[in-house]
Each structure stands twice: as structure tokens, then as C-alpha cells.
């Protein structure tokens, strides 16, 4: 079921010109710098992106800029897991791994002191649903966390789908931003 999602998705993200894309990113991550959990936060994880991901780099940018601790995932491809690694900027040492996307070579930090974390996805829905790629990492990861990071979607509006198929081992978010609305969800 997931995969057919998943194809559409990839469809819709192809339609979108480069020129719209970096204009709707810049807006979306404006968006997220300005929420009031991101300025609170004292560390932020985020992606690098794929070429049809919201590109994170002006959200790492302010959170360097503000003295926040930039952490980017590191996957462990044996148990299907993710660590939180420190960038201390996009010039580090960093190391192509898992989809071909560089990773730090830093020490894994603590997840329990992760505050605000940005997911990626490739369609989502409006009560907090995210579809990944199938891998399972960010559900893994989020759910190591405990519930004390904020969660955040990052997505074009035209990625916002009626309903995302869930099951029981898919986290939801708490906070889905688009280059046109923040959704809020949770009790």
C-alpha cells in the first residue's frame, strides 16, 4: 500500500522546477527558524538533503548563527538505526554512507538531549502523518528520543496528501512547516 504512496509522491516532488523549489525552501525554512521551539532549542538535528528534500541549509545557518549544537544523522545500516552527529559547519569532515548522502565523522551526541528535531518525508498529511522512504530510520530514532524533542516536518505544500498510511511502529509529528502554512498537532 505504502509504496504505491510512495511512487505518487516521487511524481509529484518531479513536477516541481528547481527555481520553485528554492524559492518555497527558503520560505519553509524561514518558517522554521521563526517557531518559537526552534529558538528555544539548545541543539537542532536535521537532514542533508536529497535533490527533491526542502534543503535545510539556511535552517543549519540560524541555528549556527544563534550558538545551537547542528546535529545530522549518521546511519548504522546493521540494526537500521540512526545517530545524532555534530556538524560544526557544511566544511567538516563528512563521509558519503547510506542513499549516498555525507555524514559527520563525529561522535554520536546523547539523543536524550536533543531538542528539535526536522524530518524528512515524502508525503505527509494534516494530522501529523509522515511517509519516508520505507527504511524506517526516523521512526527508529524518534522513538529513541522519548518524547522530548519536538519533531518537525519539512515539506512543500505539495506534499501534503488526505491521509498517509500509518502503522503502530510510525511516529507521528509533532509540527508539520511548508513553504505556505505551519500545522500543529498533538493534544
Known amino acids: 500500500m505504502k509504496k504505491k504512496f510512495r511512487q505518487h509522491a516521487r511524481e509529484v516532488l518531479l513536477r516541481i522546477s528547481s527555481e520553485q523549489a ?7 525554512a524561514a518558517a522554521v527558524v521563526a517557531l518559537p521551539e526552534f529558538q528555544r532549542a539548545r541543539s537542532v538535528f536535521l ?10 541549509t539556511a535552517v543549519a545557518a540560524a541555528a549556527w548563527a ?12 546493521s540494526d537500521r538505526a540512526m545517530d545524532a552527529c555534530p556538524a560544526f ?3 567538516d569532515e563528512m563521509t558519503p554512507s547510506y542513499y549516498d548522502i555525507p555524514e559527520p565523522c563525529t561522535e554520536p551526541y546523547d539523543a536524550g538531549q536533543v531538542d528539535f528535531v526536522i524530518v524528512p518525508g515524502l508525503a505527509f498529511d494534516r494530522a501529523g502523518g509522515r511517509l519516508g522512504r520505507g527504511a ?31 502503522f503502530d511502529h510510525d511516529a507521528r509529528l509533532d509540527i508539520l512547516v511548508t513553504d505556505t502554512e505551519t500545522l500543529r498537532f498533538g493534544p
Open 66 to 77: 544563534d550558538g545551537k549544537v547542528v546535529l545530522l544523522p549518521r546511519c548504522r545500516i
Open 47 to 56: 537532514y542533508l538533503p536529497m535533490p527533491e528534500e526542502i534543503d535545510t
Open 89 to 91: 559547519s557544511f566544511d
Open 22 to 28: 528554492a524559492l518555497q525552501a527558503a520560505a519553509a
Open 136 to 166: 524506517g530510520f526516523y521512526d527508529r530514532f524518534i522513538e529513541r528520543l522519548g518524547g522530548h524533542a519536538v519533531t518537525v516536518g519539512l515539506a512543500f505544500h505539495q506534499q501534503i496528501i488526505e491521509t498517509v498510511p500509518m
